[in-house]
C-alpha cells in the first residue's frame, strides 16, 4: 500500500473526534444531528446510508455499505449515544475536545467515538484502493440502555440481500482483541401492597418487606451461581445483584408500594431464564399468596427492562487470528462489560471487540482516549485495508 493510503492520527480523526464529541447523544437525548453529520459526509463520498429510526424518529441507526457486491466483509461497528455527566466532577468541558499531554478530553471520546472518528477518517483509504470484499458500517442508539437501538438495524440486516461475515465492534479494549464476554439481563419488579396507618400494620400488606423477602430470594440463588465456573472471565461466575430500591412514603404509614432493579450478568450457556423462573414462582406460588390472605388487590409484577446475549467467538477461528495480526496485539481476551457483539452474532456474523481506550475512563468525568491509542486504532484499520485488497 502507498504511503498516500496510511490512515494516520490526522487532521481528518482531529476533525471528526470534535465533531462527535461536540453532540450531546446522551442516550435520553436524539443523535440525528450526528447521524445526519455523517450520512452527509458519507453522501460527498458516493457511498448511500440507510437510517433505521425509532418508532418516535427522534433517534436512528445508521447501515452502510460499500465496495464490491457479494456476500461476506467486514463491518465496523460503534454506538453514537453515550452516559450522562450529570453529577459528576469535570474539570474539562464534556462536550468539547481538549487535547491535553497525549490525551484526548471529552464524554464518549473513549467510549466509543475515539473508534467512530478513526473509522470516519479512514472511509476515504479505503475507497481508494480495490477492495475484494465489501466494508460495512453500522452505528447504532441506546446501546448504554441494554444494547436496545441496534436491534431494528440487525433486523434490517437480517432482511438484506448481502450481509457480512465478520463484524469489529471498537469499544475501548486498549486495543486488545476481544473474543467474549457476558450476557446481561435486567429486571424490575413492582410490588403492590395495601397502605393502611402504621399504627394498624397487620391490616395492610408492607410493600418494602415483601420487597425485602425477594431480595433475600436472589441472594440465596447467587449462591449456586459460584459452582459454575469458567476462568476465561472475571470473576469466573454469573452474578446476580439489585441494584435500585424505591419505596414507602411516611414512617407511619404501611408502604403500598415497593419496586426495585436487578441485574444478572450470565456466563455462555447459562440459562438466565432459569433463575427468574424461580424467583417469579416464588412470588407467585409462596408470597401473593400470603398478601392476597390479607388484601385480594395485591401483587408482584415483573418486567424486563434490558437484555443481550453473551458473546464467545471461537479464539482460534480464522478471523480472531487475522484481528490478532492486524491489530498487533496477541493478548487476546474477554471483558466484563457487555457489547452488541452477541446479538449481531446470533444474527449469523462472527464478531469480535477491539478499540482504542480502556473502560477504566468510560462512564467516568475527564473521561479521555490517548492519542498513542488511536494511532494504534488507525494502524489496525491500515492493516485491515490492505487484508481487503485485491
Not at 450526528?34 to 440507510?50: A, D, M, N
Amino acid at each position: 500500500m502507498s504511503d498516500s493510503h496510511l490512515i494516520t492520527l490526522s487532521e481528518s480523526v482531529k476533525h471528526w473526534l470534535t465533531q462527535l464529541l461536540a453532540f450531546d447523544t446522551t442516550s435520553r437525548e436524539s443523535n440525528l444531528a450526528l447521524i445526519e453529520t455523517i450520512k452527509e459526509y458519507l453522501e460527498t463520498l458516493g457511498i448511500e446510508s440507510t437510517l433505521i429510526f425509532n418508532n418516535e424518529r427522534t433517534k436512528a441507526n445508521l447501515y452502510a455499505r460499500f465496495g464490491p457486491e457479494g456476500d461476506g466483509g467486514v463491518m465496523l461497528s460503534g454506538h453514537t449515544d453515550v452516559v450522562p455527566v450529570d453529577g459528576q466532577n469535570w474539570s474539562h468541558p464534556p462536550f468539547q475536545l481538549i487535547e491535553e499531554n497525549g490525551k484526548c478530553y471529552g464524554r464518549g471520546s473513549a467510549d466509543m467515538k475515539g473508534f467512530l472518528a478513526c473509522v470516519l477518517a479512514a472511509v476515504p483509504h479505503f475507497q481508494q484502493v480495490e477492495l475484494r470484499m465489501p466494508l460495512y458500517l453500522a452505528f447504532s442508539y441506546d446501546e448504554e440502555i441494554g444494547c436496545l437501538g441496534v436491534r431494528s438495524l440487525i433486523d434490517h440486516l437480517k432482511a438484506s440481500p448481502e450481509k457480512p461475515a465478520m463484524c469489529i465492534i471498537g469499544e475501548p479494549t486498549n486495543m486488545k482483541p476481544v473474543y467474549g464476554h457476558k450476557g446481561k439481563m435486567a429486571m424490575r419488579c413492582e410490588v403492590k401492597g395495601h397502605a393502611c396507618h402504621s399504627a394498624y400494620a397487620p391490616e395492610g400488606v408492607n410493600a418494602i418487606e415483601y420487597a425485602a423477602k425477594l431480595i433475600n430470594k436472589l441472594t440465596e440463588l447467587a449462591e449456586p451461581l459460584k459452582n459454575n465456573i469458567d476462568e476465561r472471565f472475571e470473576p469466573p461466575y454469573s452474578t446476580l445483584q439489585t441494584g435500585v430500591i424505591k419505596g414507602g412514603a411516611a414512617l407511619n404509614i404501611v408502604p403500598e408500594s415497593c419496586q426495585f432493579d436487578v441485574e444478572m450478568r450470565y456466563l455462555p450457556e447459562t440459562q438466565a431464564n432459569e433463575t427468574f423462573d424461580t424467583l417469579k414462582a416464588y412470588a407467585e406460588q409462596t408470597l401473593q399468596p400470603k398478601m392476597r390472605a390479607v388484601h385480594a388487590q395485591t401483587g408482584i409484577a415483573f418486567q424486563t427492562l434490558a437484555e443481550y446475549p453473551p458473546l464467545l467467538t471461537d479464539p482460534q477461528s480464522e478471523f480472531a487470528q487475522w484481528l490478532i495480526d492486524w491489530s498487533g496485539n496477541h493478548e487476546l481476551g474477554t471483558v466484563a462489560f457487555g457489547t452488541e457483539g452477541g446479538l449481531f452474532d446470533e444474527a449469523g456474523v462472527a464478531s469480535l471487540i477491539c478499540g482504542p481506550g480502556s473502560m477504566e475512563q468510560g462512564h467516568k468525568p475527564d473521561e479521555f482516549v490517548t492519542v498513542e491509542q488511536l494511532t494504534e486504532c488507525c494502524n489496525m484499520l491500515n492493516n485491515l485495508c490492505h487484508w481487503m485488497i485485491k
